[in-house]
């Protein structure tokens, strides 16, 4: 396609080419980074709804990780006397999206079978791809055999890759987001004070002329 040949907008402008990087750039931005800063909860209730949300999403439960998270926020809640933030666990499924499903329920299938001492068969990356990429264009129909791959082929050595990487993630991303919601907020404190100090030297100043 040549240049006068460029897809146009209804509104007559070219159409913008996004390309997967700038993609997964606005799921990182708006499902993940936004949800946090804007959390009107303590930095730790924040932080403890990024590890829930991380330890469902590095299991192989596609397509059900929220509804983990929603029925583990009820049990807490109504058993446990411990709360986190829902909306951030629901939002932090999404680290396991259509660009990071394959490679990451890959890793841990091939960690399941390293930790049961086999090795990963010619061809299972392409097979997990095709059988996910099944579940991307066809929706639920594409889950029917992904389950029966996941329960007959690959089911044990990807669930028992997937919990090192649940556990460990989850822990680290408990720390790692605590982290950063607090010097978030210290930045913001800080550059609300220097505003303050800036409006009320102003008046001062106003006030002495």
Same mark, same amino acid.
């Given at each position: 396609?040549?240049?006068?040949?460029?897809?146009?907008?209804?509104?007559?402008?070219?159409?913008?080419?996004?390309?997967?990087?700038?993609?997964?750039?606005?799921?990182?931005?708006?499902?993940?980074?936004?949800?946090?800063?804007?959390?009107?909860?303590? /930095?730790?209730?924040? *932080?403890?709804? $990024?590890?829930? @949300?991380?330890?469902? &999403?590095?299991?192989? %439960?596609?397509?059900?990780?929220?509804?983990?998270?929603?029925?583990?926020?009820?049990?807490?809640?109504?058993?446990?006397?411990?709360?986190?933030?829902?909306?951030?666990?629901?939002?932090?499924?999404?680290?396991?999206?259509?660009?990071?499903?394959?490679?990451?329920?890959?890793?841990?299938?091939?960690?399941?079978?390293?930790?049961?001492?086999?090795?990963?068969?010619?061809?299972?990356?392409?097979?997990?791809?095709?059988?996910?990429?099944?579940?991307?264009?066809?929706?639920?129909?594409?889950?029917? /055999?992904?389950?029966? *791959?996941?329960? $007959?082929?690959? @089911?044990?050595?990807? &669930?028992?890759?997937? %919990?090192?990487?649940?556990?460990?993630?989850?822990?680290?991303?408990?720390?790692?987001?605590?982290?950063?919601?607090?010097?978030?907020?210290?930045?913001?404190?800080?550059?609300?004070?220097?505003?303050?100090?800036?409006?009320?030297?102003?008046?001062?100043?106003?006030?002495?002329?």
């Amino acid at each position: 396609m040549n240049k006068a040949e460029t897809p146009k907008t209804k509104f007559g402008g070219p159409t913008r080419r996004v390309g997967w990087r700038n993609r997964l750039r606005r799921v990182i931005r708006y499902r993940l980074h936004i949800p946090m800063i804007r959390s009107p909860h303590s /930095p730790e209730f924040t *932080a403890r709804g $990024v590890m829930v @949300g991380m330890a469902w &999403a590095m299991l192989p %439960l596609v397509g059900i990780q929220m509804a983990c998270v929603f029925v583990t926020w009820v049990i807490t809640r109504r058993f446990f006397k411990w709360d986190f933030s829902l909306p951030n666990g629901l939002a932090w499924t999404w680290v396991t999206n259509v660009f990071t499903l394959v490679p990451c329920y890959y890793v841990f299938y091939v960690t399941g079978l390293f930790l049961m001492g086999s090795q990963s068969q010619e061809g299972d990356y392409e097979k997990i791809s095709g059988l996910i990429k099944g579940i991307v264009d066809q929706g639920m129909a594409g889950i029917v /055999p992904w389950l029966k *791959a996941l329960v $007959v082929d690959w @089911g044990v050595p990807m &669930a028992i890759g997937s %919990l090192p990487w649940s556990a460990g993630l989850a822990i680290l991303s408990y720390y790692l987001s605590l982290r950063f919601v607090r010097a978030y907020r210290e930045r913001r404190a800080h550059k609300m004070r220097q505003a303050q100090e800036v409006r009320t030297g102003q008046t001062e100043s106003d006030l002495g002329d």
